[in-house]
């Protein structure tokens, strides 16, 4: 099966701009081979888009950032992280976020209104991805990456970089039901005026402060996918729609 494609489009992050080993980007959705609510570059493996289109989205990601190996984990809303090496570099992971030292080898999350956030520890080479959307959040993924990291390699909260994606922003992260969903130290995050609406983008924010990250080492985008429908899809807005990928590599 043949699709026709066109030129790719993602969104870097300022502070990863000075280390040019650092493969990274958040893909808008132009420029790849889907059609109808998934039009065009639809990386996300849980819609009903043709999974040929899929794959082949997949693969012109892959060659755009000139990796040998693009993984995608079978993502659970969860709290749980894996070590990416070279043992367990061909099996499929169920975890939300993933981090390694491997070169060559894109980590990626999908994600569409949730945020995805990289994370760099230039003193131990190491980069790290994490799929966080208000459940993720509400178990603090971002905190679990950082300890991994920490656990495993050596990694220090406060020499980490992380750069937080195009997410649902404050004026559309509408939550009913918050005293149900949402812990109460998320509470204070109302949007002033809006009291069922929350600024997601300040909890991720304060979640990598408590973790120990610096506020000069993060990077929020400050993109509302609700708002920019023609380079974002948004669940929010739209119900079926296709998956954004947020993708970091350390090339070799």
Not at 11 to 17: A, F, N
Not at 23 to 32: A, E, I, V
Request: with cysteine; hydrophobic share 35%; glycine share 8%.
């Amino acid at each position: 099966m043949e699709f026709s494609t066109g030129k790719l489009e993602w969104l870097e992050y300022d502070l990863l701009g000075s280390y040019p080993h650092i493969q990274h980007g958040t893909f808008l959705r132009s420029g790849g081979t889907s059609e109808g609510p998934f039009q065009s570059l639809n990386l996300g493996e849980g819609t009903s888009d043709h999974p040929d289109r899929i794959k082949m989205n997949r693969e012109q990601v892959r060659k755009a950032l000139g990796l040998e190996k693009l993984i995608f984990p079978h993502q659970m809303h969860g709290m749980n992280v894996q070590r990416i090496t070279a043992k367990n570099i061909d099996k499929m992971p169920h975890v939300d976020a993933l981090f390694t030292t491997e070169k060559n080898v894109g980590l990626a999350v999908t994600h569409a209104d949730c945020q995805a956030a990289i994370f760099y520890d230039p003193v131990h080479e190491a980069v790290g991805i994490a799929h966080a959307g208000w459940r993720g959040m509400a178990q603090n993924l971002y905190a679990r990456v950082v300890e991994a990291m920490q656990r495993d390699l050596g990694t220090q909260p406060q020499n980490l970089i992380a750069c937080i994606s195009p997410s649902l922003g404050p004026d559309h992260a509408e939550f009913k039901n918050y005293r149900q969903e949402l812990p109460q130290d998320f509470w204070p995050y109302q949007v002033v005026g809006k009291p069922l609406y929350f600024d997601l983008w300040a909890i991720g924010q304060k979640q990598l402060l408590a973790a120990g990250l610096l506020e000069r080492n993060i990077e929020l985008s400050g993109i509302c996918t609700y708002c920019n429908e023609k380079e974002y899809f948004s669940h929010r807005r739209d119900k079926e729609t296709g998956r954004h990928a947020t993708v970091v590599a350390l090339k070799g």
